[in-house]
């Protein structure tokens, strides 16, 4: 519609305006706006190593490991009652059967700790997403005094972008009866320059450090540091259990 030539009666203009022409265009220029803004969202997102298609089918494969470890869980302790039953009907074969429900219950417990893992990372269980550090283990090695220390971090599905940082490892003890703190270099670890290890993953990751200890050290505690550029730092003291098996 074409503009309306001012009326002029005496000394008084009278305009005549099109009021939803100027909201027409405000409310385009809000939609272009918004769409301009989502645009340069995906685009930061994908320059820091986002792919949607990629975390919807790593979640997927999550989820399916969850379920498939809930089923086989059902299933073992599903024999070991058929196991208990067994064990109190044929006594001839009570050797047997106890060396079978003692592997049937090693199993369960294996997989429960596995079930409890990967849970962690599908559905944290305080319901904080972020950086964390899932465990540490120490892990005996080739000699008395030699170890492998492994830790394990993981990142909740809630946090889809790849995060990658550094961490920081020590081990508390006494030397000779005397307080004293070692660091990887000192307790004859050989961690890249800086003494930090470093780690990216998107969901969970291990990490894994030889140490040797000195003589006449006795280790107490180890103290883990988790360092990321995009998430604060994340510190936790684990008791010095060494874990015989698995």
Known sequence: ??????????QLVIRRHAPWRR???????????????????????????????????????????V????????????????????????RQSY???????????????????ELTFYRGIVAPADGIGGLRIQRLE???GGSDRHFRLRVVLVQAM?????????VGIDIEGALNASPTRLSLVEAGGNPPEGGRLPFS??????????VMLPDGFEPLTVN???????????????PWQVRTTG
């Open 67 to 90: 379920e498939a470890l809930e089923r086989e869980n059902d299933s073992l302790r599903g024999q070991i009652t058929a196991v208990d039953t067994t064990r109190d009907v044929d």
């Open 1 to 10: 519609m074409a503009e309306f030539e001012p009326l002029r009666t005496g």
């Open 23 to 65: 909201r027409l265009l405000g409310g385009g220029g809000l939609i272009l706006g918004a769409m301009v803004l989502y645009g340069m969202y995906e685009w930061g997102r994908y320059s820091a190593g986002h792919n949607q298609l990629e975390s919807v089918m790593e979640r997927r494969g999550l989820q399916s490991k």
């Open 138 to 140: 120490v892990l005996p």
């Open 158 to 166: 809630r946090q889809d972008a790849v995060v990658a940082g550094s």
């Open 224 to 238: 883990v540091e988790v360092r990321s550029g995009r998430q604060p730092a994340v510190r936790q003291a684990f």
């Open 95 to 113: 050797a047997d059967v106890e060396r079978t429900l003692g592997e049937l219950q090693a199993q369960v417990l294996r997989q429960s700790e």
């Open 201 to 210: 993953f998107r969901y969970f990751q291990n990490i894994e450090q030889d």
